[in-house]
């Protein structure tokens, strides 16, 4: 039979399920969990970059068992090391308590326990820490120069390189109308999701299991690693992600903490809980960016992009966190560079350094932003030297719609999209040509310019096992399971791997359902975050969630339909082929049976329904069919003003047309677009982790480290594209990272168009008032171009 369209399924605006308990204060966070005999957790953390460690002395008259150090934690406790199968990938075990050296500002030297945190922290504050301090390794020019050493056994600083070469691109340059050679820095960023990171761990004797409550993006992978880590079974442990105020990528590797917290919990007979608070998530969570980029790129007097060369320095901190690796920025950036674009002669050269700073790790967009604003600030500049307008040059260099799907240059499959048609629009919704005519009519006396600047991307989500593999992950991640079951009232039950903390999962999820069975949502229960209670899965990170857990969810959905409607034929004494799901009920020509009266007669009486197997849930498990994922792409925007006195940027217009393949919900992805933009906005214009020459961090409070308000972030026009894939369910690509991609290199070619009669170029973020200004004092005519830096 024909299938109605759904009202409240795939592409309906369903208002977010997971908002009523939030804005109602009826969320469960870390901080707000009560268990008996609860106590508290505070860690001593080193206060120098670099130094031997001599001794850690616990205050005179301290209970037993309140503190615990290294040597403590030893036998409980193997240290994490990130592993890689890159040719020559140097390992660097992270410890779990430090021994031997500290490495960076805010290492877990020690940990306190006592009844409160203030207590514990008290403690912690009389542990006696001695230390011989070392030189630190305060910058990627320092790692590479290697006159000291962050791990003692290595012969330099540099975790791993990696290079490669397509096509020619010697003939290329010789070929060119003009090369030219720019440089590129993205500073060092806090993720700064709204609640800091967490843990609670005990062990339930009873069930023999250890519990560990995080907030965490990965609970599955939490689970098997502290099991790892301690040496126990995986069945006796049990991780738990409650609610969650975001994470951005900060909670989706494997910490020490999690690790520590467990394996004292084997020894304790009640249980603890640390929390992290604002300077800890500033100098112990991962960080992120840091990248530095030398690009020589080479064009035909068309506009032809005719070869790109990038030699890409990341400082990957002191230790490589786990799965990730130190890699990960530099394998994505050299991936990612040739964009959107038909270029077919590349040259490529990673560095990733290792200096006495806090380990570097997942952040939205994860290295794309760098290598937009690498590849489209060059981009910009080529297009000022032969005389053709931005937006034009990106669309004569662009991947066309007829070429899909396409092979880019690093091997990774552009399965569909019309970039083309993205910069087109974009050039409309902004205004293109009305703000050029008021570029040009700006008085020359006037102390303010204008600018317009794009920024173009394409957005590699949901990657499968092969794509990992080829960065060198020695754990692959590319499946995503799904459990759907119905009770005896026809309510359905989903469980999922991932882990939602924003997304709306809760909410999406349901609705690929709804879009099978023709129910509302709100009959839909998701569950996830409980590796008791959920098929294993990877987890929610790199724009996946939707594709791979969607993907899960739709086969585990039909599988359960094609039983229910086998069901239904017997009841309705009709061939299963010819009825459908519609109203929350099985239809046939003779009539039609709801799904509570259907689940109640087959599950209470199953003799009325002969020959069909017992059970009403199916588990379905999602691998993609093109390994290096489905892309999204997008061109952002921008019109900036600024202040010829101060240097202070103003963004005056900022529009976005996007395509992310099927919607499932519309109203979700531009809350998400919106959410990234304004992160990019931070990282193009204000976040900023300062380092002095000694490793010690100078940004460690939201007093020093600024953040994006609503004063910085202007009204975003969307427009939406929409190409669906022809290798994902629904035809879904991911959409959680593509609004933090493409502002820095938007905003900074929009800054360096307002400042091209002072031949001024933007080369580094963020691009604060100093910057700017600095730039513009030694900017002249007569000489080459001042860069902002």
């Known amino acids: 039979m024909q ?5 409240h399924g795939v592409g309906a605006r369903t208002p977010r399920r997971e908002d009523e308990r939030h804005l109602s204060g009826r969320g469960s966070f870390i901080a707000d969990l009560a268990m008996p005999g609860l106590r508290e957790v505070a860690f001593v953390r080193s206060q120098v970059a670099h130094a031997r460690l001599s001794s850690v002395t616990s205050p005179e008259g301290a209970p037993s068992g309140s503190v ?57 504050a009389a542990v006696t820490v001695d230390v011989e301090p070392l030189p630190a390794v305060a910058d990627h020019h320092a790692a590479l120069a290697a006159e000291s050493l962050v791990h003692d056994d290595w012969p330099d600083n540099i975790f791993a390189t990696t290079s490669g070469e ?64 301690l040496g126990i079974e995986a069945r006796r442990v049990r991780v738990i992600a409650p609610d969650m105020g975001g994470g951005f990528g900060a909670k989706c590797s494997v910490y020490p903490e999690e690790i520590t917290l467990a394996a004292i919990a084997l020894r304790l007979d009640h249980p603890v809980r640390w929390v992290e608070d604002r300077w800890e998530s500033m100098v112990s969570s991962t960080q992120s960016r840091d990248h530095h980029y030398r690009i020589t790129a080479h064009a035909a007097a068309d506009g032809a992009l005719l ?7 990341v400082d990957g901190g002191a230790y490589s966190v786990h799965p990730w690796t130190a890699t990960m920025d530099a394998t994505m950036a050299a991936a990612m560079i040739p964009g959107p674009y038909r270029l077919r002669n590349y040259r490529f050269r990673t560095r990733s350094v290792a200096s006495n ?36 040059m990106r669309v004569t260099n662009m991947v066309h719609p007829s070429d899909m799907p396409y092979t880019s240059v690093t091997n990774k499959v552009y399965d569909s999209g019309d970039y083309e048609e993205a910069v087109r629009q974009a050039t409309v919704l902004i205004g293109h040509d009305e703000w050029r005519a008021k570029q040009h009519a700006v008085d020359p006396t006037s102390r303010r310019r204008i600018g317009i600047g794009y920024g173009s991307f394409t957005e590699q989500t949901a990657h499968g096992c092969i794509e990992w593999a080829s960065r060198g992950l020695a754990i692959t991640i590319g499946t995503e399971g799904a459990r759907l079951a119905m009770d005896a009232t026809g309510s359905l039950t989903l469980s999922v791997g991932i882990k939602s903390h924003g997304q709306g999962s809760e909410t999406t999820l349901a609705q690929v359902v709804s879009e099978v069975f023709d129910v509302h949502p709100a009959r839909v229960t998701v569950v996830h975050g409980d590796t008791a209670l959920t098929p294993r899965g990877d987890g929610t990170f790199a724009s996946r969630s939707m594709v791979m857990s969607g993907g899960a969810t739709l086969g585990a959905a039909r599988a359960l339909a094609e039983k229910v409607l086998r069901i239904g034929s017997v009841l309705l004494d009709e061939p299963a082929e010819q009825l459908e799901l519609r ?31 017992a059970g009403l849930e199916a588990t379905y498990y999602y691998r993609p069919e093109v390994q290096t994922g489905a892309f999204t792409y997008a061109t952002h925007a921008v019109v900036a003003e600024v202040d010829l006195d101060t240097g202070d940027v103003r963004l005056l217009d900022y529009a976005i047309v996007e395509d992310c393949g099927t919607v499932v919900n519309p109203q979700i992805v531009e809350g998400q677009i919106i959410g990234g933009i304004a992160q990019g906005i931070g990282t193009a214009l204000l976040e900023e982790l300062v380092y002095d020459a000694d490793g010690q961090p100078k940004a460690t409070s939201f007093l020093d480290y600024l953040l994006p308000g609503a004063t910085e972030v202007p009204e975003i026009k969307i ?19 593509g609004g933090a991609i493409a502002p820095p290199a938007a905003i900074g070619n929009a800054i360096t168009d307002a400042l091209r009669e002072f031949n001024v170029r933007i080369g580094e973020t963020p691009i604060t008032p100093a910057r700017v200004w600095n730039a513009l004092q030694h900017a002249s005519a007569a000489q080459p171009a001042g860069v902002a830096q």
């Open 166 to 229: 397509a096509g020619d691109i010697d003939s290329a340059a010789s070929e060119a109308a003009v090369s030219i050679t720019r440089e590129y820095t993205m500073r060092r960023q806090a993720v700064v999701p709204l609640e800091t990171r967490g843990v609670i761990a005990y062990f339930d004797r009873a069930a023999d299991q250890l519990v560990v409550w995080s907030s965490t993006q990965t609970p599955h992978m939490i689970r098997d690693m502290i099991a790892l880590q």
């Open 68 to 124: 615990w150090t290294a040597e403590d934690l030893a036998p409980l406790a193997d240290p994490l090391t990130a592993t890689s199968t890159l040719d020559g990938f140097r390992a660097a075990p992270m410890p779990n308590l430090a021994f031997g050296k500290v490495r960076y500002v805010g290492e877990p030297v020690a940990l306190a326990i006592a009844g409160t945190r203030a207590e514990a922290e008290d403690l912690a």
């Open 307 to 313: 070869g790109v060369e990038a030699d890409i320095v």
């Open 719 to 737: 427009g939406h594209l929409e190409t669906p894939s022809p290798y994902t369910a629904f035809g879904m690509k991911g959409a959680g990272e």
């Open 583 to 613: 109203d929350g009920a099985v239809h046939g020509s003779r009539g039609s049976v709801g799904l509570a009266e259907l689940a109640k007669e087959f599950l209470f009486t199953p003799d009325h329904v002969p020959g069909v197997e």
């Open 3 to 7: 299938t109605a369209p759904r009202r």
């Open 357 to 392: 700073k806090t380990p570097s790790g997942p952040y939205r967009g994860v290295a794309r932003p760098g290598a937009c604003f690498a590849i489209e600030r060059t981009l910009d500049d080529l297009a000022h030297e032969l005389n053709i307008e931005p937006w034009q």
